[in-house]
C-alpha cells in the first residue's frame, strides 16, 4: 500500500528563507505525487504534482519539488519564503487501485518577519 | 475558488443525531470523493463516486453512507453522531476517475458533535 510520510509537523523560516518541506513515500510501483496547500479555513489548493515526466516539478506561488526516485522522496523547496506562505502543506500519494489520495500528517510552515 | 461547493459550512449537532452534507462538483467533472480532516486521524480517504456509482471506499464508518445523484451532486450522511465525529468534511471532485487526475477540493464543511 502507498503512504507518505512528512517529516517535521512544523517548520518555521524567517522571511526571505529557502522554504524546504520534507516528504518520503512508499510504494510499489512509480508514484504519483501531490503537494497540496491548506490556508486557514479554506479547502485544499494544489501547489504542483508529479506524474513520471520531469523529475522536478514547478508549482504555483514560486514552489518546486523534486521526485529522487533512490530516496524515495518528493521534498518542497521555495528559495525565498513570503509571509503569505504561512500555511499548512500536505504531501499525497495515488492510490494504485484508484485516484483517491492518500495524505501525510501535514507540515504546517510559520514565517517570521 | 475551485469551483467546488460545500453546504453548509459549519453545522453543529448533538450526539446520536444525523446529518446530511452536500457536494456539489466543479462543471463536468463526474468524479466526486469525501475525505474527513480530524486532529487526531489527519486527513483520510472516506469514499469516491463516478457518475452516479461507488468507485472505491476508504476508512468510512458503517454509520456513514454517501451517494451521487444524477445531476451529479454528493451527499453524505453521518448518523448516530458521536463525539469523535467532529471533523472537517472535504469533498472533492475530479474530470474522470483516472489515474492522474487532479483533484479539486472544496471549502469544507465543519462539524461539531457536542
Known amino acids: 500500500a502507498q503512504s507518505v510520510t512528512q517529516l517535521g509537523s512544523h517548520v518555521s523560516v524567517s522571511e526571505g528563507a529557502l522554504v524546504l518541506l520534507r516528504c518520503n513515500y512508499s510504494?510499489?510501483?512509480?508514484?504519483?505525487l501531490f503537494w497540496y496547500v491548506q490556508y486557514p479555513n479554506q479547502g485544499l489548493q494544489l501547489l504542483l504534482k508529479?506524474?513520471?515526466?520531469?523529475?522536478l516539478v514547478k508549482g504555483i506561488n514560486g514552489f518546486e519539488a523534486e521526485f529522487k526516485k533512490s530516496e524515495t522522496s518528493f521534498h518542497l523547496t521555495k528559495p525565498s519564503a513570503h509571509m503569505s506562505d504561512a500555511a499548512e502543506y500536505f504531501c499525497a500519494v495515488r492510490h494504485n487501485a484508484g485516484n483517491m489520495l492518500t495524505f501525510g500528517g501535514g507540515t504546517r510552515l510559520m514565517v517570521k518577519p | 475558488d475551485s469551483g467546488v461547493t460545500q453546504t453548509p459550512k459549519h453545522l453543529i449537532t448533538a450526539t446520536g443525531q444525523r446529518v446530511t452534507l452536500r457536494c456539489s462538483p466543479r462543471?463536468?467533472?463526474?468524479?466526486v470523493y469525501w475525505y474527513q480532516q480530524s486532529l487526531d486521524q489527519g486527513l483520510q480517504f472516506l469514499i469516491q463516486y463516478y457518475n452516479g456509482e461507488e468507485r472505491a471506499k476508504g476508512n468510512i464508518l458503517e454509520r456513514f453512507s454517501a451517494q451521487q445523484f444524477p445531476d451529479l451532486h454528493s451527499e453524505l450522511n453521518l448518523s448516530s453522531l458521536e463525539l469523535g465525529d467532529s471533523a472537517l468534511y472535504f469533498c472533492a471532485s475530479s474530470a474522470a476517475g483516472g489515474q492522474g487526475n487532479e483533484q479539486f477540493f472544496g471549502p469544507g464543511t465543519r462539524l461539531t458533535v457536542l
Open positions: 510504494s510499489s510501483v512509480p508514484p504519483y
Open positions: 508529479y506524474t513520471s515526466a520531469a523529475t
Open positions: 462543471s463536468g467533472d463526474l468524479s
